[in-house]
């Protein structure tokens, strides 16, 4: 089986309820050459376009188009984060020049994340205040800093009071973008290890602007990608849909022989190693120096022998021990382009739970009650047995503590409600 096989993903764009034209703009490679997984791996994109209607769209589209075009062509040598750098360098040059040969384009711009999947781990490129964040059991960590001037702010009080009104103003407030000018800095991050199981989401600020960390977190680590960008995407609609709605979710298949998949361990430094040659010389003397006095028929105190081998008994297992905790601690990765005894210790930008809560289900819960009110006044074309059917099933599932079954029955429920709504307001 190949790699891709081993990939789940479901990717959603929606219009949302506020705007004429969907601005942003995704991408999605699996690749089916095993060779070209090696050298480059899968790759996810979402762009998020600014300069209203069409010139939004063109710069997401451009973003989208030329990033795989420009990475797949490179050649690395090793992990490919500098042709993944240059690839977005190369989108932004095609945006201004674009956008340079005509007035109407001038300043238009996109974020850009994207988000590579191979041998060598997981690889981000990013620009602007689109998001990457991973779900790994019951945490949910985002893998992006967001280049927004309400970062910018958060980053500059450092724990000081600041008006709140001064950063809802900023919240939208992009300090870096593709195509706006000549040159652009792309931050890349990793590459981070990749584990069985692990959900990796990017998306456009028109979901994270309405859904919390720790609710994509249990959306994603509960539900499988096509239904989890359903229920985020109908979620960001009934809490305002004020902006364009994009994400991708990839899942790595639990069984992935072919995926370095654990937190590599940390490589000895020159004190553990001097530390061990200490031990097993200790071992060694000892051993040595028993035999020769049993050579010599000699009567050996006790207490001597007992001290040698005791003395590197503890050296071994104060070894290992600071071995094991180098091994255990998390998150961790090796960079392989620094010195073999280099380490890198890597923490999220922003970290939530993603264990799914009974509150989270009571407001899901309290959103049907809503949609069923207004269906029926508004007379929605709607199968009523079956909602009824589902949300009994629901309602069973929390009384009965089954957490996983309540949210798959709420889910449908949303999506059943959110098709009955859009062909509603199209008259159909």
């Known amino acids: 089986?190949?790699?891709?096989?081993?990939?789940?993903?479901?990717?959603?764009?929606?219009?949302?309820?506020?705007?004429?034209?969907?601005?942003?703009?995704?991408?999605?490679?699996?690749l089916k050459d095993k060779e070209l997984w090696k050298s480059h791996g899968h790759l996810f994109i979402v762009a998020d376009g600014m300069g209203g209607h069409a010139v939004?769209?063109?710069?997401?589209?451009?973003?989208?188009?030329?990033?795989p075009h420009n990475y797949y062509k490179s050649h690395p040598k090793g992990v490919p984060q500098e042709e993944l750098q240059q690839a977005i360098v190369a989108a932004n040059s095609a945006i201004y020049e674009r956008s340079s040969a005509n007035h109407e384009f001038q300043r238009m711009g996109t974020t850009c994340s994207a988000l590579v999947l191979g041998p060598h781990g997981a690889i981000i490129g990013h620009v602007g205040d689109s998001r990457v964040y991973r779900v790994r059991g019951e945490r949910i960590d985002q893998l992006t800093c967001?280049?927004?001037?309400?970062?910018?702010?958060?980053?500059?009080?450092?724990?000081?009071?600041?008006?709140?009104?001064?950063?809802?103003?900023?919240?939208?407030?992009?300090?870096?973008?593709?195509?706006?000018?000549?040159?652009?800095?792309?931050?890349?991050?990793?590459?981070?290890?990749?584990?069985?199981?692990?959900?990796?989401?990017?998306?456009?600020?028109?979901?994270?602007?309405?859904?919390?960390?720790?609710?994509?977190?249990?959306?994603?680590?509960?539900?499988?990608?096509?239904?989890?960008?359903?229920?985020?995407?109908?979620l960001?609609?009934?809490?305002?849909?004020?902006?364009?709605?994009?994400?991708?979710?990839?899942?790595?298949?639990?069984?992935v022989p072919d995926v370095p998949a654990t937190e590599a361990p940390a490589p000895p430094t020159d004190r553990l190693?001097?530390?061990?040659?200490?031990?097993?010389?200790?071992?060694?003397?000892?051993?040595?120096?028993?035999?020769?006095l049993l050579l010599l028929q000699k009567l050996v105190p006790a207490t001597?022998?007992?001290?040698?081998?005791?003395?590197s008994l503890a050296i071994t297992l104060l070894i290992w021990n600071r071995w094991r905790r180098n091994e255990t601690a998390a998150p961790k990765m090796v960079d392989e382009s620094l010195s073999?005894?280099?380490?890198?210790?890597?923490?999220?930008?922003?970290?939530?739970?993603?264990?799914?809560?009974?509150?989270f289900l009571k407001?899901?819960?309290?959103?049907?009650?809503?949609?069923?009110?207004?269906?029926?006044?508004?007379?929605?074309?709607i199968s009523w047995n079956k909602v009824d059917d589902v949300l009994l099933e629901a309602r069973n599932a929390v009384r009965q503590k089954n957490a996983t079954d309540a949210l798959k029955n709420y889910a449908e429920l949303i999506q059943r409600f959110m098709t009955a709504l859009k062909k509603h307001r199209s008259g159909e």
Not at 275 to 285: E, P, Q, S, V, Y
Request: aromatic share 6%; charged share 20%; proline share 3%.
């Open 1 to 30: 089986m190949l790699w891709e096989q081993r990939i789940q993903y479901g990717s959603l764009t929606d219009l949302g309820f506020r705007r004429q034209n969907n601005e942003d703009a995704l991408a999605v490679r699996l």
């Open 56 to 67: 939004g769209e063109l710069a997401s589209k451009i973003a989208v188009d030329t990033v």
């Open 146 to 234: 967001d280049h927004s001037l309400e970062w910018e702010l958060k980053q500059q009080a450092k724990g000081e009071n600041i008006d709140p009104g001064l950063y809802s103003r900023s919240r939208h407030v992009i300090t870096r973008s593709l195509g706006p000018e000549r040159s652009v800095e792309v931050d890349v991050e990793g590459p981070y290890p990749v584990q069985p199981g692990d959900a990796y989401i990017v998306c456009s600020d028109g979901l994270t602007g309405h859904l919390a960390d720790d609710e994509i977190g249990m959306i994603c680590s509960t539900l499988d990608s096509g239904e989890a960008c359903k229920l985020m995407v109908n």
């Open 236 to 255: 960001a609609n009934l809490r305002g849909g004020v902006d364009n709605i994009s994400v991708v979710v990839a899942e790595v298949s639990q069984d």
């Open 273 to 292: 190693v001097i530390a061990g040659r200490i031990a097993a010389a200790t071992t060694a003397l000892a051993g040595m120096m028993g035999i020769m």
């Open 304 to 311: 001597i022998l007992a001290f040698l081998f005791s003395f």
């Open 340 to 359: 073999e005894s280099s380490t890198i210790v890597w923490r999220p930008y922003r970290s939530a739970s993603a264990s799914l809560s009974p509150n």
């Open 363 to 381: 407001q899901l819960d309290a959103i049907v009650d809503e949609l069923i009110r207004t269906a029926q006044q508004d007379k929605w074309q």
